[in-house]
T-cell receptor, first 114, second 110 residues
Framework: NAGVMQNPRHLVRRRGQEARLRCSPM?????VYWYRQLPEEGLKFMVY????????ESGMPKERFSAEFPKEGPSILRIQQVVRGDSAAYFC????????????FGPGTRLTVL | SQQGEEDPQALSIQEGENATMNCSYK?????LQWYRQNSGRGLVHLIL???NEREKHSGRLRVTLDTSKKSSSLLITASRAADTASYFC??????????WGAGTKLIIKP
């Protein structure tokens, strides 16, 4: 049973470009969570999605950030017009429907904005 | 505001010694979890302790939870070089949103 997969593992973008981060949850998991980790800090919750639904996006910046989890395919975290402050590790986690607190994490995508 | 706060921020011990890390939190919780993160890598789930549990063991790991003091401790016995990593506690109060501390950096000296 493959774990949570994220790609790319490393992403370099110049200021103003777009970053698209992908997350494939574990098999049988229908809930996906995105977290951001700044250097030397813990993770900060961004968004919680179920298939075709955003349940809680209270941790997402209001502008430039969006997330989706379509019926088919991976969850996508999209950052438009990236700035240097977006440089961070972005982690995706997934959980089974009945155990939302038992989250399994992917390896993360490290975004560097030049 | 940050929910979990680990203490100490950094810990350096000799291989074979025991390592103890603490986590304090502010509000009531459903569960508290400990994770390990090797430098620049992903997160590994270590142990989950529910709010009605006081102690839990997993191999060389022992976790305690004191809800009256809103604190938890992670004890790693007989430490090994491979235990060198950052350790995070995460709490959930809304049943899904994990709230994380800044972590404890543990260095095991050979």
């Amino acid at each position: 049973n493959a774990g949570v997969m994220q790609n790319p593992r490393h992403l370099v973008r110049r200021r103003g470009q777009e970053a698209r981060l992908r997350c494939s949850p574990m098999k049988g998991h229908s809930h996906v969570y995105w977290y951001r980790q700044l250097p030397e800090e813990g993770l900060k919750f961004m968004v919680y999605l179920q298939k075709e639904n955003i349940i809680d996006e209270s941790g997402m910046p209001k502008e430039r950030f969006s997330a989706e989890f379509p019926k088919e395919g991976p969850s996508i975290l999209r950052i438009q017009q990236v700035v240097r402050g977006d440089s961070a590790a972005y982690f995706c986690a997934s959980s089974p429907p009945s155990r939302a607190n038992e989250q399994f994490f992917g390896p993360g995508t490290r975004l560097t904005v030049l | 505001s940050q929910q979990g706060e680990e203490d100490p921020q950094a810990l350096s011990i000799q291989e074979g010694e025991n390592a103890t890390m603490n986590c304090s939190y502010k509000t009531s919780i459903n569960n508290l979890q400990w994770y390990r993160q090797n430098s620049g890598r992903g997160l590994v789930h270590l142990i989950l302790i529910r709010s009605n549990e006081r102690e839990k063991h997993s191999g060389r790991l022992r976790v305690t939870l004191d809800t009256s003091k809103k604190s938890s401790s992670l004890l790693i016995t007989a430490s090994r070089a491979a235990d060198t990593a950052s350790y995070f506690c995460a709490t959930d109060d809304s049943n899904y949103q994990l709230i994380w501390g800044a972590g404890t950096k543990l260095i095991i000296k050979p």
